[in-house]
């Protein structure tokens, strides 16, 4: 995004390989649902459907998707039942289709419409251990984006994923440092915390990535060429030690250019993976 209202420049840049989680996205949802739920009998469905369309079109609209206006049926006055339908149907996907920026930006909305308040969304996104919280100055909606110091001197909380933002930042502070070994076992834990959010199932937090590999290719919206790598990736970190960690072994031997090229493509290809599978979200909201 181009432009956004609760995010900096500098911290779009932060941000930029910051996940959240499928599972997050869906509790959200459901919380969000609960949310405009009318608690008046004599309003009724009609006015959960006005607030879902409303809520729908906000999050079309940070996707760069058209409108879609509610429109009443030939009596003027009820609307037709495929509008509910749609309606419904649309709402799951309405934060789950979110990339990380367009998902602050909603956030920050949700929370400037008081749908949330700012504490109870931080106090989520503690638990899911990302990197950035809301932050209320002068009566503005704010994000704070951590730094790395502080996110790696923060305790994560039990059975959450690594955050990848900060993974990568280890992975870049390996190759400046010629560690080329801590380099591939960054590289493969990267694809492996990807791998288990791509696939959104809790009890996987605590299993390496060869126990559900292929799970993990029928989820990925990425080619079997690019998976075949990524395997063997994981592979290499397996079988080859860390450097200064007691091994008598030798660690792995690469190459300056193997490792610069190995980190470039572990970034890149975390954006197309996330890229696809956002695509496809979109691609049924159209």
Do not use: C
Not at 100 to 107: C, S
């Amino acid at each position: 995004m181009k432009y956004t209202k609760y995010l900096s420049t500098s911290d779009i840049k932060e941000v930029e390989y910051e996940v959240i989680s499928t599972e997050m996205k869906i509790y959200l949802t459901r919380l969000l649902s609960q949310k405009i739920i009318s608690r008046d009998p004599d309003e009724g469905d009609i006015i959960k459907l006005g607030r879902q369309n409303y809520l729908i079109n906000k999050s079309r609209a940070l996707r760069n998707l058209p409108v879609y206006i509610l429109k009443t049926g030939l009596d003027g006055f009820f609307y037709e039942p495929q509008e509910y339908i749609w309606h419904n149907g649309e709402f799951e996907i309405i934060i789950r289709s979110l990339n990380t920026i367009q998902f602050i930006e909603f956030l920050g909305f949700l929370i400037e419409d008081e749908l949330f308040q700012i504490e109870e969304i931080n106090e989520l996104l503690i638990k899911e251990n990302s990197s950035f919280r809301f932050d209320k100055q002068n009566d503005k909606i704010l994000t704070r984006v951590l730094s790395i110091s502080d996110i790696d001197e923060t305790p994560t909380p039990e059975n959450t994923h690594p955050n990848i933002r900060q993974l990568v930042s280890r992975m870049d502070n390996a190759l400046a440092q010629q560690d080329y070994s801590l380099v591939i076992h960054s590289s493969a834990t990267i694809f492996e915390t990807m791998a288990k959010d791509i696939i959104g199932i809790p009890n996987l937090q605590n299993q390496s990535l060869g126990g559900f590999f292929e799970r993990y290719k029928n989820d990925s919206a990425l080619p079997e060429p690019i998976l075949s790598w990524i395997l063997d990736i994981y592979k290499d970190r397996n079988t080859q030690p860390l450097a200064g960690h007691g091994s008598i072994h030798s660690p792995l031997t690469l190459s300056k250019i193997e490792a610069t090229t190995l980190v470039e493509m572990t970034k890149t290809f975390v954006k197309i993976e996330y890229l696809l599978i956002y695509n496809q979200l979109v691609t049924l909201s159209t």
